[in-house]
Structure formats: C-alpha cells, structure tokens
C-alpha cells in the first residue's frame, strides 16, 4: 500500500490548491475511509476532511468545511482535496491516510493505518 501527496506549493491568502492522493498496490475501495490531514511545526496532527468509500459521506474540520472539498475519482485511485480562500493558518504539511475498517472516530489519526509523505502548503498573508 502505498499513498503519494502532492500539489502543495507556495501561495497566497485567498488563493486556491487542489491537493492530490494517489494510490498504488491497492485501491480506495477496499478501505473504509480516506482522509486528509495536517501537522503545521510544533502543532499535532490534525484532522481537514475525510470520504467514506462505500456511502460518500464528506467530513469536514470546522476550520475548513466552507473552504475545502473532498473528492475521489475511481478510475484514476486518487482523492483530492480542493481548498479555496486558503489563510496563513492554513499553512502545514498535509497527509493523505486510508483507514481499512470503520466510520467511528474518523478524524483520529490513530485509526488509520497507512500515510502518503506529506506535501507543503505554504500560504503568505
């Protein structure tokens, strides 16, 4: 199982990025949940948005739920991550996790078994 993140970069507050999380050697479908979250220096590890698989039920942090959108494509294995008016506070390295089983404490990093690497997002003021 493997997960790539990428799409981060450096931008501007107000601006827009579509994260990307490809997977590889297994496919979305069989895991329960698929989520994003991110770690800014010297914070913990944060819940931003998470699909379920089966019912496409969409969860949101409530610092992100007016701005972000999470979505999946079948076809290619990948979820994105659509995050608009992006805030200095935004600012962190943004994981990608898959979860194999279960719906409950969906935004603990805990119940997720595998990671992507991470990808920067940088938001200037």
């Known amino acids: 199982v493997q997960l790539q993140a990428y799409g981060g970069g450096l931008v501007q507050a107000g601006d827009s990025l579509r994260l990307s999380c490809v997977g590889s050697g297994f496919t979305f479908s069989t895991y329960a949940m698929t989520s994003w979250f991110r770690q800014a220096p010297g914070k913990e590890r944060e819940f931003v948005a998470g699909?379920?698989?089966?019912?496409?039920?969409?969860y949101y942090a409530n610092s992100v739920k007016d701005r972000a959108t999470i979505s999946r494509d079948n076809a290619k294995n990948t979820v994105y991550l659509q995050m608009n008016s992006l805030e200095p506070e935004d600012t962190a390295v943004y994981y990608c996790a898959v979860r194999r089983y279960g719906y409950i404490n969906y935004d603990a990093a805990s119940r997720y078994g595998y990671w992507g690497q991470g990808t920067q997002v940088t938001v200037s003021s």
């Open positions: 699909i379920s698989w089966s019912t496409s039920s969409r």
